[in-house]
T-cell receptor, first 113, second 113 residues
Framework: DTAVSQTPKYLVTQMGNDKSIKCEQNLGHDTMYWYKQDSKKFLKIMFSYNNKELIINETVPNRFSPKSPDKAHLNLHINSLELGDSAVYFC????????????FGSGTRLTVV | GDSVTQMEGPVTLSEEAFLTINCTYTATGYPSLFWYVQYPGEGLQLLLKATKADDKGSNKGFEATYRKETTSFHLEKGSVQVSDSAVYFCALSENTNAGKSTFGDGTTLTVKP
């Protein structure tokens, strides 16, 4: 059983399109995250939800909209895709408190052409 | 704010060499510290962690000690293998920031036979 699963694994789309990435975790964690990893492997947090409530919303264009229907799911919708959105997007989850560490999904490689 | 500074890469070693990847941090409170590993094409995996000063985290032959006096958490392994080739990330998490982790920029390790 995959602990944090993301779909799709690869996404190639044209500029201007709208796309969604889905994430599900079966670990019973309270908190879920979206991170963006660029071509230099730098990781940048985008959003965090705790029990369906948005708690972290970093400086991200409002074309990006997260949605958490329940604490096991956190989806990311991106409107009007731009070339600069090309990256690998990782979903992660963690238990409450600081000491647990993250469990990451395997990533979604988004390529905007 | 919180920050994590990692030794710049890439690092190239021969098999069975000793590995050290330096990591220092800046935090306002008493963070938990982590090392994650990312193999090519995969998501990050938690490698080891330490939650308080002088704790030693260890896993798969890797170890790191939480040094509060030098604000460091250096990763070490006595004898690396080709299969250890990956990107290594140091990270911290503070209780006051909704569990958000701050990541270093990553260090790419290549081990040659």
């Amino acid at each position: 059983d995959t602990a944090v699963s993301q779909t799709p694994k690869y996404l190639v789309t044209q500029m201007g399109n709208d796309k969604s990435i889905k994430c599900e975790q079966n670990l019973g964690h309270d908190t879920m995250y979206w991170y963006k990893q660029d071509s230099k492997k730098f990781l940048k947090i985008m959003f965090s939800y705790n029990n369906k409530e948005l708690i972290i919303n970093e400086t991200v264009p409002n074309r990006f909209s997260p949605k958490s229907p329940d604490k096991a799911h956190l989806n990311l919708h991106i409107n009007s895709l731009e070339l600069g959105d090309s990256a690998v997007y990782f979903c992660a989850s963690s238990p409450s408190g600081q000491g647990g560490g993250y469990t990451f999904g395997s990533g979604t490689r988004l390529t905007v052409v | 704010g919180d920050s994590v500074t990692q030794m710049e890469g890439p690092v190239t070693l021969s098999e069975e060499a000793f590995l050290t990847i330096n990591c220092t941090y800046t935090a306002t409170g008493y963070p938990s510290l982590f090392w994650y590993v990312q193999y090519p094409g995969e998501g990050l995996q938690l490698l080891l962690k330490a939650t308080k000063a002088d704790d030693k985290g260890s896993n798969k032959g890797f170890e790191a000690t939480y040094r509060k006096e030098t604000t460091s958490f250096h990763l070490e392994k006595g004898s690396v293998q080709v299969s250890d080739s990956a990107v290594y990330f140091c990270a911290l998490s503070e209780n006051t920031n909704a569990g958000k982790s701050t990541f270093g920029d990553g260090t790419t390790l290549t081990v040659k036979p």
